[in-house]
């Protein structure tokens, strides 16, 4: 891996974990002033000072319980991290797959995020095995 690659994925470990420990310090180091923030299921922060925001008020009500990167994909000022995200939200446990992608602007720090949601639990309408 090249260094830009694994000095990205420090970050968005640190970003992770950040949430983990509920511990926002760390945000002004991962995310460009003019950040733009995309949830997956719809809302979208614009700016630092809204994402730091979102991170104080989201934890007043949730705490992440888990979140396990599964793996990293770099391409040109991109990268694409798979996760399983888990957390409790006003009392309730739920948890999903999902893919970020986050865009770096020359300063290294993250200037566009967007999340993508997937099941985690998934049926299988024709079996389990392969043909």
């Not at 002004?28 to 104080?56: H, N, T």
């Amino acid at each position: 891996m090249n260094p830009e690659g694994s000095r990205r994925e420090k970050l968005i470990r640190r970003y992770f974990a950040a949430w983990l420990q509920n511990d926002p310090a760390c945000l002004p180091q991962v995310f460009a002033a003019d950040a733009v923030y995309s949830e997956c299921y719809g809302p979208e922060y614009r700016g630092l000072s809204q994402i730091q925001k979102w991170f104080a008020d989201w934890n007043r009500r949730g705490r992440v319980l888990r979140w396990d990167i599964r793996g990293f994909l770099h391409d040109g000022p991109q990268t694409a991290v798979e996760w399983y995200f888990q957390c409790e939200y006003d009392g309730e446990v739920s948890g999903f797959d999902g893919v970020s992608l986050a865009a770096f602007d020359g300063d290294g720090k993250i200037v566009r995020l967007r999340e993508f949601q997937s099941k985690a639990e998934h049926c299988f309408p024709y079996g389990e095995e392969t043909e």
